[in-house]
């Protein structure tokens, strides 16, 4: 009869180790959950930014068309501050949070720059990706006064091959 104190004992420490798999279990439930809800919200960011960009896309391809006489203007008077002045106009209104746009030919010459001379080495990459394979797979990169991401497209005829080239603020992105 004297054995009850280790009863007691074993009772006890098996009991606790119960409490401590169900402690674990219950943690490890927990971690797989947040994961899980983790995974699924950054699916739903990245499929939002991915639908934004194919819209700016789309965007800049019709602005490009519906603007094309000016930008032609732009293109054959490219030190015309009233051309100039008039396609940024009409580049706020259509890109409200636009950062910088230029226009350049299919082997990246500028024509218009108004980068103030620092159009970006990434930037100057992906002009010539896009006029080589078609590819503008954006990428933030730096700019001296804000990080930002660059879309482009073709503005083709019979007589001239060029790309309209905007970038936009990345903080756009975090609204």
């Known amino acids: ?5 280790v009863y007691i004992l074993i009772t006890v420490a098996f009991f606790g180790l119960v409490l401590l798999w169900i402690a674990i279990a219950r943690n490890d439930e927990f971690i797989r959950h947040n994961e899980a809800v983790a995974h699924q919200a950054t699916a739903g960011v990245a499929d939002e930014i991915a639908r934004y960009i194919v819209n700016k896309k789309r965007l800049v391809k019709l602005f490009s068309k519906e603007q094309r006489p000016l930008l032609d203007q732009v293109i054959r008077q490219p030190d015309s501050e009233a051309y ?3 396609l940024n106009d009409k580049l706020r209104e259509f890109f409200p949070g636009y950062f910088n746009f230029t226009i350049t030919d299919y082997e990246g010459g500028t024509y218009i720059d108004d980068f103030d001379g620092q159009l970006n080495m990434l930037c100057q990459v992906d002009i010539v990706d896009f ?4 590819l503008n797979s954006p990428r933030l990169h730096p700019h001296p006064f804000m990080y930002h991401f660059d ?12 790309i309209l080239f905007v970038s936009f603020s990345a903080d756009i992105l975090g609204d």
């Open 84 to 86: 100039h002045q008039q």
């Open 1 to 5: 009869m004297k054995s009850y104190p």
């Open 151 to 162: 879309i482009m497209a073709r503005m083709a005829d019979t007589t001239t091959n060029h």
């Open 131 to 134: 006029a080589l394979n078609d």
